[in-house]
């Protein structure tokens, strides 16, 4: 879009959702990403937990002139800390806050059967959730997708059998069991929290359409984002990956999503969030570990509810 035509009291993008033909053949599906990696939020002053809205909101104010702060937790890295003090700007930024914008662009009349996201903080697939019950979607399928490295939204309903790194506790506030993890190992590390919000757990549980809590590999998400960047020419983290994952996997795509009786086509949404921690360095090391991997043979292991089900490292 050009500088003329927008509008200038207006500092954000609209998320657009892009109809997927790739993706759509492959899966048999009508697949739509709703693509937050081209949206820089809306400007706020609050304390940001992760460094995506900090990055944006630092744009925005460098583009306004405006002072702000941007608070960082411990750990942060440093390319990250320099991008931050290249811009010269300090500030918060609040979430996105739009529950209709998927609704408002699907053809008319059509909603998805399923919509899949990544889970880290849990406030992306909260607030799926929460928009999707304020338009009458309660009943679409949510599929939550995590590295295994740092899955505690999985082990909190299938908290059955757990690794000895992990212990559960119960929330009394929200009456559910909350997982929480000693250590994190997975390389996407914007996924990295060690619990999860136990009011989303609860939404989770609650929900009439159900949540598909997944959690793979990070050799799976890998190759996810080489593909998707192989076919859409867009670089995004492993984070975001991670809801791709499905969508160059027909089989898996098929067991998260099952095919109806029907012949009415199915439609899928996939939120592509996009993220900061991605070089084309990083995307190289990728494609360095999965040919190893190939040439090794095997299967990587995908868990959905306590089952688990292999994947063929293909070549």
């Not at 059998?161 to 992990?166: G, K």
Request: charged share 20%; glycine share 8%.
């Amino acid at each position: 879009m050009a500088d003329s035509d927008r509008d200038p009291e207006k500092l954000w993008l609209e998320t657009p959702l892009v109809y997927s033909p790739h993706i759509s053949a492959r899966l048999g599906y009508i697949p739509r990403s709703s693509l937050y990696h081209t949206d820089p939020p809306t400007i706020a002053i609050l304390q940001v937990p992760r460094n995506n809205a900090g990055l944006a909101v630092a744009c925005v104010s460098k583009r306004l002139g405006a002072r702000c702060t941007v608070y960082l937790h411990e750990g942060v890295s440093a390319s990250t800390i320099d991008f931050l003090q290249r811009e010269g700007r300090r500030v918060m930024v609040p979430p996105h806050d739009d529950p209709t914008g998927i609704a408002r662009q699907l053809p008319p009349g059509i909603k998805p059967d399923a919509v899949f996201c990544s889970v880290g903080g849990r406030g992306l697939a909260g607030g799926i959730m929460y928009g999707c019950k304020s338009i009458g979607w309660d009943d679409v399928l949510l599929v939550a997708l995590e590295p295994t490295g740092s899955n505690c939204f999985y082990h909190a309903p299938a908290s059955s059998t757990l690794p000895e790194d992990i212990c559960v506790e119960h929330n009394a506030i929200h009456n559910v069991e909350v997982a929480h993890l000693s250590k994190l190992t997975s390389r996407a590390i914007s996924l990295g929290a060690s619990s999860p919000a136990a009011t989303v757990v609860k939404m989770a549980l609650k929900r009439s359409g159900g949540a598909e809590s997944v959690c793979m590999p990070d050799e799976t998400i890998m190759q996810a984002a080489l593909l998707f960047a192989e076919e859409y020419k867009v670089l995004v983290e492993l984070a975001c990956a991670a809801t791709l994952t499905p969508a160059y996997k027909p089989d898996l795509f098929n067991k998260l999503s099952p095919p109806s009786s029907t012949t009415t086509p199915r439609t899928a949404v996939f939120i592509v969030c996009g993220g900061f921690k991605i070089s084309l360095e990083g995307m190289e090391e990728y494609k360095k570990l999965l040919e190893a991997d190939a040439e090794r043979g095997g299967q990587w292991t995908v868990l959905c509810h306590g089952e688990q089900w292999d994947v063929t490292v293909e070549k």
